[in-house]
């Protein structure tokens, strides 16, 4: 359980364009109910991966970049269990 309620993330990459550039900071709130068309933070392969969720099935959360050709998400990867989403994303700062 994170006990800050904040997170500051950068964005490596292109997969999120154009909502979110290569080095955007972007400050994320940890405490959220996940939903559909939120950007979140999420852990895959021990590090934070920033994606928006396509979609829900129960525990299961299907990731996926705004920008697919140059997006790693749950078309490689799979579904990832919600105890693996950190934070969704507020604003850009």
Do not use: C
């Not at 904040?6 to 979110?20: I, K, N, Q, W």
């Not at 080095?23 to 939120?38: I, N, V, Y």
């Amino acid at each position: 359980m994170k006990l800050w309620p904040l997170g500051l993330y950068r964005v490596a990459g292109e997969s999120m364009l154009p909502a979110f550039r290569p080095g955007d900071t972007l400050l994320g709130w940890r405490w959220f109910r996940p939903r559909a068309g939120q950007a979140v933070v999420a852990r895959q392969a021990g590090r934070p991966i920033i994606k928006r969720i396509a979609r829900l099935e129960g525990e299961r959360v299907f990731l996926a970049g705004d920008n697919p050709p140059h997006s790693t998400d749950s078309r490689h990867f799979g579904a990832v269990s919600r105890a693996q989403i950190e934070a969704k994303i507020i604003r850009k700062i």
